[in-house]
T-cell receptor, first 115, second 111 residues
């Protein structure tokens, strides 16, 4: 499968624990975007990364959330000390180059549930 | 932040009927995209529109980028059960990589 791969598909955490969500972009894509989707809502942009760089994190909460895209390995979205409000579906997308004319290809998401 | 208004929010149609949905914004955008999301999956790009007035087809789907650059519509002809899902419109501004999603139109097709 050459598409965007996200894992795990489902993640359950208790309040106060840490959640790590992983995203492997499509082959040849070096630009990764994370979005969050609440039930009955559209996806909301969180952060845009290139290899080893965060380009735009304007949609990501300042506290408890962080993202990285190392030189080797998948992009990671990390949520520390999770709270109930973090329950959502988190989607990763990738593109070969950035810009509006480059369609973003989405993974199937990680559904995070906080007990 | 930027708001996209999609209508209708949901629709129930008989298999074989045509469907029309639209999306409006208060601002001008250079790119309009239509994605479809099946339950439990990520959005999949259906049609991309880059030029005001552009009319583009993809099989039974047709979408248009409004002349004012503030709206777009998506038509589906002769609907089939696998058309069920949520259809999102998206916009992107000049030089932007952020996709702004509408709240979606949920389509149900009755066999």
């Amino acid at each position: 499968n050459a598409g965007v791969m996200q894992n795990p598909r489902h993640l359950v955490r208790r309040r106060g624990q840490e959640a790590r969500l992983r995203c492997s972009p499509m082959k040849g894509h070096s630009h990764v975007y994370w979005y969050r989707q609440l039930p009955e809502e559209g996806l909301k942009f969180m952060v845009y990364l290139q290899k080893e760089n965060i380009i735009d994190e304007s949609g990501m909460p300042k506290e408890r959330f962080s993202a990285e895209f190392p030189k080797e390995g998948p992009s990671i979205l990390r949520i520390q000390q999770v709270v109930r409000g973090d329950s959502a579906a988190y989607f990763c997308a990738s593109s070969p180059i950035p810009g509006a004319n480059q369609p973003q290809h989405f993974g199937d998401g990680t559904r995070l549930s906080i007990l | 932040g930027q708001q996209l208004n999609q209508s209708p929010q949901s629709m129930f149609i008989q298999e074989g009927e045509d469907v029309s949905m639209n999306c409006t914004s208060s601002s001008i955008f250079n790119t309009w995209l239509w994605y479809k999301q099946d339950p439990g999956e990520g959005p999949v790009l259906l049609i991309a529109l880059y030029k005001a007035g552009e009319l583009t087809s993809n099989g039974r789907l047709t979408a248009q980028f409004g002349i004012t650059r503030k709206d777009s519509f998506l038509n589906i002809s002769a609907s089939i059960p696998s058309d069920v899902g949520i259809y999102f419109c998206n916009v992107s501004g000049a030089g932007s990589y952020q996709l702004t999603f509408g709240k979606g139109t949920k389509l149900s097709v009755i066999p």
